[in-house]
């Protein structure tokens, strides 16, 4: 992700209100970290912008780059048994300082690496 892009989903999340299916996803996401992290470790998943077209998620958890890698990964390309959106944009800041360490922006179709 560019600095722009990370400023267009930053920029969304004073306005996001959560759907049904908003709810849903944020569950399965939370049970992705769940099953990267274990249960000792604690990711939060926020969202900040879900339409047909994109999907904005804020995580906020460690900074271990075996598990910002694993769940930004998961996220991308996770089998997801609710309508998610095809463009996904994964903002991950560490839990310590808030500090952003990771911005992944997924195209349609697309494979996280």
Do not use: H
Not at 6 to 12: E, G, P, Q, S, W
């Amino acid at each position: 992700m560019n600095f722009d892009e990370i400023l267009y989903v930053r920029n969304k999340e004073k306005d996001f209100k959560y759907s049904d299916n908003d709810m849903n996803i944020q569950g399965e996401i939370a049970w992705f970290a769940q099953q990267i992290g274990g249960d000792s470790i604690i990711i939060e998943v926020f969202f900040v912008l879900s339409n047909e077209k994109e999907l904005g998620i804020y995580l906020n958890g460690p900074k271990d780059p075996k598990i910002i890698e694993a769940l930004t990964c998961a996220i991308i390309n996770g089998k997801y048994e609710n309508k998610v959106s095809p463009i996904k944009y994964v903002l991950y800041y560490n839990d310590s300082d808030n500090s952003l360490v990771s911005a992944v922006k997924s195209s349609p179709g697309s494979k996280a690496d």
